[in-house]
């Protein structure tokens, strides 16, 4: 396809972003909401939809979240905007946790994934 965008090339630019960025500022940066109470902004730079829509999930799965979201604010811009409402003032610690269960899970899809792929190659060989 012509018009296609080969999004390896696209991936190896944001890795070179990412390396270059690592030397010149935080990637993460939170802020207070003034708007609503228990609030924090996380904005991600050189991120996207991906990681947004995944720890938008994760802090739902908590009593503790009364509002979770997120949006990109502009499509041509790797940035991302978390964010969160808790019902007591510790959004802070709720998203260490969150973060900490979401690379549990990784942990243990990749655990899962290896021990499947070890055994399709034995198999095979």
């Known amino acids: 396809m012509a018009n296609r965008e080969d999004f390896r090339l696209k991936f190896a630019e944001l890795d070179g972003l990412r390396d ?23 904005i991600m730079n050189l991120e996207d939809h991906t990681i947004g829509n995944l720890i938008r999930m ?15 604010p502009h ?29 549990k899970d990784i942990d243990i899809i990749q655990y899962d994934f290896e021990k499947q792929a070890k055994q399709q190659w034995d198999k095979a060989y």
Do not use: H, W
């Open 20 to 42: 270059e960025n690592k030397k010149n500022q935080s990637r993460i940066q939170i802020t207070e909401n003034e708007k609503m109470k228990n609030s924090k902004t996380i």
């Open 58 to 72: 994760y802090l739902l799965k908590s009593k503790e979240v009364k509002f979770a979201g997120y949006r990109m």
């Open 75 to 103: 499509p041509l811009e790797t940035k991302v905007e978390i964010k969160v409402q808790t019902v007591k003032d510790n959004t802070c610690e709720i998203l260490i946790n969150t973060l900490d269960g979401l690379i």
